[in-house]
């Protein structure tokens, strides 16, 4: 996956660049599915604030989670960089008379009224951006956030492998022009650890955002997509408004064997899906 840092290039190849062959269902493949990873591990997280009266979701893409939000709402707006995106999309569910799609600039909810969001929604795509997009984003969900609104947001948690992540990349480029070497490192997990995530952002960053916005963060589970290392790159952060019926102190939980999940949805799902795949899969 290409580095995708800021705003302008996350356009440039997600709105452009970037193929969109399977529409976003490529990267449910170690589940076996978007539908198994949706309620083998993402309900799961999120069943409490479902359904809801009004959703939003930040950086839809082609729809790979708008298709289970727009049934659990009245009312769902998804915001996204990529006009081809917002477009694909309300094509896509032309027929969802309660859901709209709308073209932002990868920071700012302005189409969002305030005060108007029971459950704000975002998963595998604003871990590529940098801390100032999700301070941003943060900012708006203060806003439009009703008073017992909530957001799951999907972020980057590189930050806390500032170290190793700068020296991986230098490793990176020096070895960029020798295929074999570059390979090889990749391989054994010395650089291409980072999944191109974004590195200034991280689970203590997005508490200090909430901080500075005004809002609460009750909840990050940080996760790790690789078996072998087990960095906890990425985080799942709970964000409320003071007060609200979720407000509590952060609950943090370090899940590095998160991806693990995968493979048993996996196996499982040829049991208990009809369309299911033939080859047999055991769970590792």
Known sequence: MALVPSVESNLEY?????????????????WGGTETLWYATLLPRIRHFLPAESILEIAPGYGRWSQFLIDASDRYVGVDIAESCIRFCSERFADRKHASFVVN???????????????????????????DVMASYVRELGRTLTPDGIAFLHHSNLGEYAGPAKRAATIGRLTGKVPVAGRGLRKVR?????????????????????????????????ISWDKRSRRTIDCLSLVTRPGSRW??????????????EAASARALGQVFTSLAPTVPVEAS
């Open 14 to 30: 997600w709105g452009t660049a970037y193929s969109w062959s399977e529409q976003g269902d490529e990267w449910s493949a170690p």
């Open 105 to 131: 600039d990868g920071r700012s909810l302005d189409s969002v009224p305030d005060a108007s969001v029971d459950f704000a929604f975002s998963f595998d795509s604003l871990v590529h951006v940098e801390v």
């Open 190 to 222: 010395v650089t291409g650890w980072d999944n191109s995530r974004a590195p200034s952002m991280s689970a203590a960053a997005l508490v200090g955002l909430c901080d500075e916005a005004g809002v609460r963060c009750v909840g990050q589970e940080l």
């Open 247 to 260: 407000d509590r102190p952060n609950v943090v939980v370090r899940n590095p064997r998160f991806v693990d």
